[in-house]
C-alpha cells in the first residue's frame, strides 16, 4: 500500500520560506515520476515541480527561480523547498506519485496521478 506523508507547511509573510517534505512507503518503482500540486481555494489542482528518476526536473512558471524540488532516495522523501514566497502561493500543497503525465505548469495533469499525499496548508500573507 502506498503512502506518502507530508508535513512543513505553515504560515509566513511575504518573502519568507518554507520546506515541505513527503515521507513516501511502499512504491518501489525503478521507473518514476513524482511532483508536488496544489490547489489554491476556488481554483483546479495545479502541477508545481516534478522529478523523474532520471532526474529530470520541471516547474511551473510561476515557481521557476523561487522553489526547488529534491529528493532523498535513501530515506524515501521528497522535498519541496520554496522560497520568495508570495501570497499567490497560499494553497494546500499535495505531494504526488507515479504521475503519468511527468509535467508541471501548465503541461500537468492531476488526472495522471497515482497516489496523493493528505496534504498540507501553506498560507503567505502580505
Known amino acids: 500500500q502506498v503512502q506518502l506523508v507530508e508535513s512543513g507547511g505553515g504560515s509566513v509573510q511575504a518573502g519568507g520560506s518554507l520546506r515541505l517534505s513527503c515521507i513516501v512507503s511502499g512504491y518501489d518503482d525503478s521507473t518514476y515520476c513524482m511532483g508536488w500540486f496544489r490547489q489554491a481555494p476556488g481554483k483546479g489542482r495545479e502541477g508545481v515541480a516534478s522529478?523523474?528518476?532520471?532526474?529530470?526536473?520541471d516547474y511551473a512558471n510561476s515557481v521557476k527561480g523561487r522553489f526547488t524540488i529534491s529528493e532523498d532516495n535513501a530515506n524515501n522523501t521528497l522535498y519541496l523547498d520554496m522560497n520568495n514566497l508570495k501570497p499567490e502561493d497560499t494553497a494546500t500543497y499535495y505531494c504526488a506519485a507515479d504521475l503519468t503525465v511527468c509535467s508541471s505548469g501548465e503541461y500537468s495533469d492531476y488526472r495522471s496521478v497515482g497516489h496523493w499525499g493528505q496534504g498540507t496548508q501553506v498560507t503567505v500573507s502580505s
Open positions: 522529478i523523474d528518476s532520471d532526474g529530470r526536473i
